[in-house]
């Protein structure tokens, strides 16, 4: 008579896809001075996508409207988010897998959150409107004004050139997320520093003392706490909130570059290299965990340093002052109670600057909200193409096998696909709608993840490596945080 042995599926194999190999766990860096800028980098690129969207549209939109009050939302946001973030950094340094495998980790089948999740990613990203927006700040640089409705279309065909001149950029380079990096390392600094210098010159020290105020839900105009403004438009404040930060997939897509940088376990797994620059890599499908000894639990703990750093010193720091200072020069060159939202929202505060103050410094600012407005558009069109790359990657032989599983080949065709539909979506409506559709979108988005990501976390990663319990209940106060915002809409909706 013979024993026949039953091998037990293990967790992360359950809903079809390979389970992790067992590997050995890479030492962290140590960097010192300036070699914190190589070894950090996924922190910023995450910050740049959130100064276009929420830090120089939507944001300045809500607080020229309803006052400086509402910065309370910023720093909730901001902390929430990376705690989210860090999250994030902990399933890819522990498997080598961006998050959206590990969703495809859990039941029903990785086939249905393939899907799921790329459907966000396309109602979430897929409408071009920081190169609409950006086109805008373009034709005020040019004609000195801002752009009328009968010249819509010149906007328009300004627009398609960015977003094709976006695509351009993403054949070039060795590591498509190493040219990221560099270019939000001058993008971050330019903008913040820039900002910062405008608003010391022009500021007065009673509107720094209002956003001080704002950040506790404070208005100073009123002496009293206005957490939610009388008769506010909640779908505007909902755009707001979901993109004070990064905002939705934008966030989850800090994972795939976490990957792509090497962290933890994703330094033995690949990444994805450019067409032009570039060579084939073999990037792995499935991940890699590690058996959690006293040794490498040390070396764990130095991955930790470095995303600490990356996280809270770059990320959470750098959403404050993005958010506040073009807060601080909207508010004090706009009149207050302003509907900006139009064709040409991201000039309108280069033209009330250069009423103001002299077409120099209006030039300086229409410069600056191009450069942001593209760059953000550069940074959310590689996200989506990577996102819906690695989802295929991950969750399909047959693709992987196509044209002899070189991952250039499904990445540049997920781009060219998204480039052809960035062109038509442009023609949709105004840049600002799109955004706030875009933003409401994340708003979901985070509802969702952040749910899921606590399962994954809690239920596939090995015991010594998930997250304690005030983080589990960070990522519950994120999902309850957005949902308010949601049903406030949704609320307001009903009851018009």
């Not at 990785?110 to 190169?131: C, D, N, R, S, V």
């Not at 033995?268 to 073999?282: E, L, N, R, S």
Request: proline share 5%.
């Amino acid at each position: 008579m013979t024993t026949q042995t039953v091998t037990e599926t293990p967790p992360e194999a359950r809903s079809g896809l390979d389970p992790w190999r067992i590997d050995v766990l890479p030492p962290a860096p140590r960097p010192k001075g300036l070699g914190w800028f190589s070894a950090i980098g996924p922190g910023v690129i995450a910050l740049g996508v959130s100064i276009g969207s929420g830090e120089f549209l939507l944001g300045p939109a809500a607080f020229v409207k309803y006052g400086l009050a509402l910065l309370w939302v910023v720093g909730v946001a901001a902390l929430l988010q990376t705690l989210l973030n860090v999250e994030l950094m902990r399933y890819t340094m522990a498997t080598g897998e961006p998050i959206f495998t590990g969703f495809m980790r859990t039941r029903p089948h990785a086939t249905f959150w393939a899907w799921f999740y790329a459907a966000l990613y396309f109602l979430q990203m897929g409408w071009p409107g920081w190169a609409g927006a950006a086109a805008g700040a373009v034709f005020f640089l040019f004609m000195k004004r801002l752009p009328v409705a009968s010249e819509a279309g010149t906007v328009y065909a300004i627009g398609v050139a960015l977003f094709l001149l976006c695509a351009l950029i993403l054949t070039i380079g060795r590591r498509i997320e190493r040219t990221l990096e560099y270019l939000n390392w001058i993008m971050v600094s330019v903008i913040i520093g820039g900002l910062g210098v405008l608003a010391i010159l022009f500021v007065p020290l009673s509107t720094w003392g209002a956003a001080v105020a704002g950040f506790g839900g404070f208005d100073v105009k009123t002496g009293s706490f206005q957490l939610v403004p009388a008769g506010a438009d909640f779908f505007l404040l909902g755009a707001f909130a979901a993109y004070a930060g990064g905002g939705g997939v934008a966030n989850l897509t800090l994972s795939n570059w976490a990957r792509d940088k090497g962290y933890g376990m994703s330094s033995i797994v690949g990444f994805i290299p450019a067409a032009v620059g570039g060579k084939k890599v073999a990037l792995a499908h499935s991940g890699s965990t590690f058996k959690p000894d006293a040794e490498t639990l040390e070396r764990w703990r130095g991955w930790w340093r470095i995303v600490r750093v990356d996280q809270w010193g770059v990320y959470f720091t750098g959403a404050i002052l993005g958010m506040m200072l073009p807060a601080l020069l909207y508010v004090t060159f706009v009149p207050a109670g302003s509907d900006i939202r139009g064709l040409g929202i991201a000039a309108a505060l280069a033209q009330a600057v250069a009423t103001q103050k002299g077409a120099i410094f209006g030039g300086i600012i229409a410069s600056l909200g191009v450069w942001l407005l593209f760059k953000t558009q550069l940074d959310i069109l590689e996200a989506m193409t990577r996102g819906v790359t690695d989802i295929l990657w991950a969750g399909s032989a047959r693709i992987r096998a196509w044209r002899g599983g070189d991952v250039r080949v499904i990445y540049y065709s997920v781009l060219a696909v998204i480039t052809v539909w960035g062109i038509i979506a442009l023609r949709l409506t105004q840049p600002i709608i799109l955004l706030a559709l875009s933003a409401n979108m994340a708003g979901i988005v985070f509802i969702i993840s952040s749910l899921h990501l606590l399962y994954v976390n809690t239920r596939l990663l090995p015991v010594a490596l998930r997250p304690p319990m005030w983080r589990r209940l960070a990522l519950i106060a994120l999902a309850l945080f957005y949902g308010m915002f949601l049903v406030l809409w949704l609320w307001s909706l009903i009851t018009k």
